[in-house]
Nanobody, 124 residues
Framework: QVQLVESGGGLVQAGGSLRLSCAASGHTFSTLAMGWFRQAPGKEREIVAAILWSGDDTYYADFVEGRFTISRDNAKNTVYLQMSSLEHEDTAGYYC?????????????????WGQGTQVTVSS
């Protein structure tokens, strides 16, 4: 079982930046595909970005539009989501997910390990 702990959320003004971190334990991190998802009240959980176990491939949701960057440090067992040009519509709980696979899952149902989430609130 993979344990995931997110950090870095908070309150930021529109146009600002945040960096989310997700520390993983309980599994060989370098075999895990990692994803960031978000869920706003009353909405479905949706993918934000995902990264292959090696870091060689990434995926971004259309709404990211070049504003976010996902990265990983396999030596630190940590995945990051650098977010810039934040908009009020980015307000949501952000969740880290992990799955042992050599593919790049982008559907939430492909991930079976989830963190507790960190709240991001963007004031307009």
């Amino acid at each position: 079982q993979v344990q995931l702990v997110e950090s870095g959320g908070g309150l930021v003004q529109a146009g600002g930046s945040l960096r989310l971190s997700c520390a993983a334990s309980g599994h060989t991190f370098s075999t895990l595909a990692m994803g960031w998802f978000r869920q706003a009240p009353g909405k479905e959980r949706e993918i934000v970005a995902a990264i292959l176990w090696s870091g060689d491939d990434t995926y971004y949701a259309d709404f990211v539009e070049g504003r976010f960057t996902i990265s990983r440090d396999n030596a630190k067992n940590t995945v990051y989501l650098q977010m810039s040009s934040l908009e009020h519509e980015d307000t949501a709980g952000y969740y880290c997910a992990a799955q042992a696979t050599d593919t790049l899952p982008i559907d939430r149902y492909e991930y079976h390990n989830w963190g507790q989430g960190t709240q991001v609130t963007v004031s307009s």
